[in-house]
């Protein structure tokens, strides 16, 4: 009897984590959000969040389903004076970042904030952008995330 109690409760245990481990990896935690473009949607900003628990590390920005963007930068919204939507990346009081050289912090999903976005994916395109496919790396395994651009 004891044996049984003892297998049931080991393959207990494997659903429990395994159930815990599909929960947290196969919900992709980074939140990306048009948040405008400039006229001839050559330029774009998405704003990002991440939901999850641990931070999230950006790979690689594609837009148009394939293509490498001319210029890709994370703004990082520590003022509160939200994102520059220009052409150029000389907007003062603007912070722009490399987007491979930070890390989107944990409890910057809408829910969590009560205030504007804390990151901006800056995009400048050669052609009209449709899309945008951000691929990032979270808990380990990467992940893909595709905006349509209206």
Do not use: H
Request: hydrophobic content about 40%; aromatic content about 8%.
């Amino acid at each position: 009897m004891k044996k049984i109690g003892i297998i049931f409760g080991i393959v207990g245990l494997v659903v429990v984590v395994c159930l815990g481990a599909y929960l947290i990896l196969a919900q992709p935690k980074l939140e990306a959000n048009l948040l405008g473009t400039g006229l001839d949607k050559k330029v774009v900003v998405i704003t990002l969040g991440n939901a999850g628990i641990q931070e999230i590390r950006l790979l690689d920005i594609l837009i148009n389903n394939s293509n490498t963007p001319k210029n890709v930068k994370v703004q990082v919204n520590e003022s509160g004076k939200g994102f520059a939507l220009s052409e150029s990346l000389a907007d003062e009081g603007y912070i722009f970042k490399n987007y491979d050289e930070i890390n989107i912090e944990t409890d910057t999903a809408e829910k969590d904030i009560n205030y504007d976005s804390l990151y901006g994916l800056w995009i400048k395109g050669d052609e009209e952008i449709n899309s945008v496919t951000i691929q990032y790396k979270y808990l380990g395994k990467e992940f893909e995330k595709t905006v349509t651009i209206f």
